[in-house]
Nanobody, 114 residues
Framework: QVQLVESGGGLVQAGGSLRLSCAAS????????MDWYRQVPGKQHESVAL???????NYADSVKGRFTISRDNAKNTVYLQMNSLKPEDTAVYYC????????WGQGTHVTVSS
């Protein structure tokens, strides 16, 4: 059974940093493309960053140069380092992978105050 558990969200002032973690079980993350999405109430979820099995990364234009996705294969965990946070980064952040079907974590709240 695949489970994704996010952590690391919280309240931070604009310009600050947070690191989100996504601990996976029931799946080997290095064999899968792992994504981070975010969602603001009333809006469609937005793909923020992804990392492929080969280690290639891709980012939404809105976070390029500020966010970094990485993974620790030994811990089977994906990270999202978020720097220079802006109020518009406020959202619920979800870890996601597609392996036959879509799997989502429960989400972690990020609030950036101005």
């Amino acid at each position: 059974q695949v489970q994704l558990v996010e952590s690391g969200g919280g309240l931070v002032q604009a310009g600050g940093s947070l690191r989100l973690s996504c601990a996976a079980s029931g799946v080997v993350i290095s064999f899968n493309t792992m994504d981070w999405y975010r969602q603001v109430p009333g809006k469609q979820h937005e793909s923020v960053a992804l990392i492929t099995p080969g280690g290639m990364t891709n980012y939404a234009d809105s976070v390029k140069g500020r966010f970094t996705i990485s993974r620790d294969n030994a811990k089977n965990t994906v990270y999202l380092q978020m720097n220079s946070l802006k109020p518009e980064d406020t959202a619920v952040y979800y870890c996601h992978l597609k392996s036959g079907r879509d799997y989502w974590g429960q989400g972690t709240h990020v609030t950036v105050s101005s």
